[in-house]
């Protein structure tokens, strides 16, 4: 599948560059890395460039089709290229596909968020496996 094919099916891997897509047992399993040169840090919005080190964040999606879908991201971590910024470090977020300290998507958060207002905590649970999205009750309540 090309580049621009895969953008069209999965508008939110624009901004990265997909590397490999597996189709495992019952999960689609997509591995991509980000393609900024430079980040603006979170605390003072200076641009950086310089590496620290990077790590692997794992992304639930929404389903593709009847598989549900993580993404297996390489983000960077970087330096803070101003002394006076109290963030010495930073990871890099990519827009639509991360946010600090979430496990999901935002489209996949928004998906969950909007089953569990109409449907609250078990009916929700209940219905999400149809959905391809397996979540419990407490988990949808927060």
Request: aromatic content about 4%; glycine content about 8%.
């Amino acid at each position: 599948m090309s580049d621009v094919e895969l953008e069209v099916l999965l508008p939110q891997l624009g901004a990265v560059e997909v590397e490999e897509v597996q189709a495992e047992a019952g999960l689609i399993r997509i591995s991509a890395r980000t393609r900024n040169v430079s980040v603006a840090c979170p605390g003072c919005g200076r641009p950086s460039d310089w590496v620290h080190s990077r790590y692997v964040r794992h992304v639930a999606d929404e389903a593709v089709g009847s598989r549900p879908m993580v993404i297996d991201l390489s983000v960077r971590r970087l330096y803070c290229e101003n002394p006076d910024c109290p963030k010495a470090t930073f990871a890099e977020q990519v827009e639509g596909l991360t946010v600090r300290y979430q496990r999901r998507t935002p489209a996949l958060q928004g998906l969950l968020g909007a089953v569990a207002v109409e449907l609250a905590g078990r009916a929700a649970a209940r219905l999400l496996p149809h959905l391809h999205q397996a979540v419990s009750g407490s988990t949808l309540l927060q």
